[in-house]
């Protein structure tokens, strides 16, 4: 397990502020003692960006592929040939462009076993669009590139993580998208990957319910009873240790949601907006449920102050080390599940 895992890293958008946490991530010398990361972008567009951010030490060695990635280097693999026009700042069909080859380069090294996880930098979802990405979000194309029936979208940090059940749709179709089965799919996900990526043996998950003060027993809304709670109940019927559900409100204002291990929500801002004011510079987002590991910074491109040196790197940096902590995770879980008296051995060690 001493072995220095290759991590690769797409740009995403090369008008945002991508690269420049990228690079501040790897000028610190001490990321090498972690891993091998391997770029999926192009030079050129690199020394803009480092000019941008003033980091003079940093050198990227080129590589045609991951198998030639050198230890204690940053390595770049160029996906592109052409020029690149950038402006740093404005979201156009460029930043969208070169943000996809980079992308799908990094996920087919991801998914033949090239690298060994991947950290995605922000794209814009709206200017990647095309006929080749015709997905939400990084997490939607993940899933589908990598063959799986169903994923979670999970933002971790050291002291919270939370799962959602409806990811990237319209508000207005969450009530109508949220099921009995799609709670469940969640919550054995979610109990998964506390398990195997984060090592916690019994992991607590709360639910929190869909309406206001969690429906007040059927006053404000009747999904509580009627899809919520048979989902907990068929949950903890298949070992799940899910309670709830929880009013959003007062279960993250009162500090409720320090009494589990995970929280899933109901839709995106119910559990991003809390995740991100408790934990916004050092969340990080993780696609559970897939055969590979893929994390990516808690933020967006930034437009707003791309090429101005005010980027913080702490939440891609997190990226960076939570799939390096993930995959070891798996792999030491791998190698345990073959020797059933180590297991028993170290389940009575924590009990």
């Known amino acids: 397990m001493s072995e220095k895992l290759k991590i690769g890293i797409s740009i995403g958008d090369v008008n945002g502020i991508g690269l420049e946490v990228i690079i501040k991530t790897l000028a610190d010398n001490r990321i090498f003692d972690y891993c091998t990361p391997i770029v999926y972008g192009h030079t ?12 003079n030490e940093l050198n990227f060695q080129v590589i045609s592929n991951a198998s030639q990635a050198q230890h204690r280097k940053a390595n770049m693999i160029n996906c592109w040939e052409e020029d690149v026009k950038i402006e740093l700042g404005v979201n156009n069909e460029i930043g969208g462009k070169y943000a996809l080859l980079s992308l799908q380069r990094a996920t087919d090294d991801l998914i033949s076993g090239a690298i060994d ?41 050291d002291t919270l993580r939370v799962g959602v059940v409806t990811g ?30 984060f090592w916690i043996r019994k992991p607590r998950i709360a639910v929190l319910g ?26 903890r019927a298949n070992d799940i240790l899910a309670f709830g559900p929880y009013p959003a409100d007062g279960f993250f204002a009162n500090g409720t949601y320090m009494q589990f291990d995970a929280v899933l929500a109901m ?8 995740f991100k004011q408790i934990s916004f510079e050092s969340g990080v987002n993780f ?21 101005k040196n005010l980027a913080s790197e702490i939440s891609f940096r997190e990226a960076l080390f939570a799939a390096t902590h993930i995959v070891r995770n798996r792999r030491e879980t791998a190698e345990l599940a073959e020797n059933p008296l180590i297991i028993a051995k170290l389940s009575r060690d924590r009990d």
């Open 44 to 55: 050129k567009v690199a020394s803009f960006h480092r000019r941008a951010t003033a980091v």
């Open 117 to 157: 996880a991947l950290v995605t930098a922000p794209i814009n979802k709206d200017n990647i669009q095309s006929e080749e990405f015709k997905f939400p979000g990084h997490t939607e194309y993940l899933q589908e590139r990598a063959g799986a029936a169903e994923s979670l979208m999970f933002l971790v940090s």
């Open 168 to 197: 990237h749709i319209p508000l207005n179709k969450v009530a109508e998208s949220v099921t009995t089965d799609k709670i469940l799919a969640k919550l054995k996900l979610m109990d998964a990957s506390l398990r195997q990526d």
């Open 210 to 235: 869909l309406n206001p003060h969690a429906g007040d027993n059927g006053l404000i809304g009747t999904e509580e009873q009627t899809t919520i709670i048979p989902a907990i109940e068929e949950a």
């Open 267 to 274: 839709y995106h801002d119910q559990g991003l907006i809390p």
């Open 287 to 307: 696609t559970a449920g897939l055969n590979v590991v893929r994390t990516s910074p808690d933020h967006g491109t930034a437009y707003d102050i791309a090429g």
